[in-house]
């Protein structure tokens, strides 16, 4: 009764290390909490039930390794985040993990005590137990620096890649199962069977550390494409932008010009010719903001650009800005200040009170920015920013990425914080052309 009692308190701690390794590794989507807790619960209970009822109508490893993956790749399917394919793969480790833990330390269980397999198998003692309970321990300190290689490296798989994870991890747990077999019917000494097991371990930990190296040239080269594409972009909206501030400024230059013409017009009495060039020049006249006016042509421009778009989303824009600014590098500056200004913005879009307070200063060889806009709520998780909830998650949040980068490579530094109901990023960086 006892061991018993143990053996389905041992199932239901392999039930949360692999539900708790799942969930750490690939993270719940974004749906309500009860739906979270009511989805684990429901597919805990339903892998305890399964293993009860074959561990009473069955012996068959292969049909426990086949239930186990059923139920574990349909809860990662049902509640967790990513890819199928890179689900599958974790799914897969969890169970090879399971299966090499019990496997080994039985084997060396039995070498040790210089029992049989088989007979440690059916054995109903404390010494039993301990072996139980001992493996559960290594099986939780196994997927621990797993889970957090993964969530450190942001591990992500091609198709391809996850193939051949998928391929070898089926291939180790078929011959884990064979292996098995042999030495319960006395076909495989046991030390040949530790040997290889060890070597089946060996190769999945080699593979895994090799599949996460892949994994983060995948990262580092999609971020290099997306970084150099937004790059890209930015450059073609500051030209834009600039082209858009000297349209404006050729206007106000021409202003007297066109101020005299249609004076004159008045005062000849042809007022409806008056009306139509007044309508002429102002079919070329966007809806002009307050203007900038500093001593730099590209910080002029894309806050000119950026006062009009918060006109139009009926956000309030507050500035205070050095007129006589240090020399600064107008690619970097436009990365970074541009991409503060779009988040801000877009931030703004869903508040109820929408304002904007910018703050932008030289201060010795360093340009000092400093965006903050209105939040109901907070924002930061332990200090730090969540992961963007749109779903073009490659796209999305590269901005920050763009703005850090920058920051750093010009000897900068970015703090990001809360404050009163402001979200505010404050950054001090290198203003010297470089």
């Known amino acids: 009764m006892i061991y018993t009692i143990c053996e389905y308190s041992a199932t239901v701690i392999d039930c949360v290390i692999l539900f708790w390794f799942l969930i750490c590794s690939l993270s719940f989507k974004n749906i309500y909490t009860p739906l979270k807790v009511a989805f684990t619960i429901l597919f805990s209970a339903l892998m305890i039930v399964n293993i009860a009822l074959l561990n009473y109508f069955f012996t068959l490893e292969g049909v426990f390794t086949i239930i186990y993956l059923t139920i574990l790749f349909g809860f990662s399917r049902a509640v967790l985040q990513g890819k199928w394919w890179y689900q599958l793969v ?16 039985t084997i060396l269980s039995s070498l040790i005590l210089n029992e049989e397999y088989s007979d440690l198998l059916i054995m109903r003692n404390p010494a039993r137990i301990i072996l139980l309970f001992f493996s559960k321990i290594v099986l939780l300190c196994m997927l621990i620096p797993i889970a957090n290689l993964i969530q450190k490296m942001k591990i992500t798989l091609h198709v391809f890649q996850s193939f051949i994870a998928i391929t070898a991890l089926i291939i180790s747990l078929i011959a884990g199962i064979t292996i098995e077999k042999m030495i319960l019917e006395n076909l495989l000494p046991t030390l040949y069977a530790t040997i290889i097991m ?60 066109h101020l005299i013409s249609i004076s004159q017009y008045i005062k000849s009495g042809e007022n409806q010719k008056a009306l139509e060039y007044i309508e002429k020049i102002s079919g070329n006249l966007p809806d002009i903001p307050t203007y900038t006016d500093t001593n730099n042509s590209t910080l002029n421009a894309i806050l000119d650009l950026k ?16 007129k006589d600014l240090t020399d600064f590098d107008d690619a970097a500056f436009s990365t970074v ?12 879009k869903a508040e109820p009170q929408k304002e904007i307070r910018l703050s932008l200063e030289s201060t010795g060889d360093y340009l000092h920015i400093t965006v903050q806009n209105r939040i109901h709520k907070p924002i930061l998780l332990n200090g730090q920013l969540p992961h963007t909830s749109k779903k073009d998650k490659r796209n999305h949040g590269l901005g920050m990425y763009s703005i850090t980068e920058t920051v750093a490579q010009n000897n900068g530094a970015i703090n990001i914080y809360e404050k009163d109901g402001w979200f505010i990023v404050d950054i001090l960086m290198l203003c010297g052309k470089s």
Do not use: P
């Open 90 to 105: 974790l799914a897969l480790v969890g169970l090879a993990a399971i299966f090499l833990t019990n496997a080994i330390i």
């Open 198 to 257: 060890v070597s089946l371990a060996t190769i999945n930990v080699l593979l895994f550390f090799i599949t996460a190296q892949f994994s983060a040239q995948n990262h580092a080269a999609l971020n290099q494409v997306a970084l150099q594409t937004r790059l890209n972009d930015e450059e073609k909206k500051l030209q834009e932008s600039v082209q858009w501030s000297k349209s404006i400024r050729t206007l106000r230059h021409d202003l007297n010009n």
């Open 307 to 322: 006062r009009m778009i918060c006109l139009k989303e009926n956000i309030s824009l507050k500035c205070y800005i050095q």
């Open 337 to 348: 200040f541009g991409n503060l200004m779009d988040n801000a913005i877009e931030a703004e």
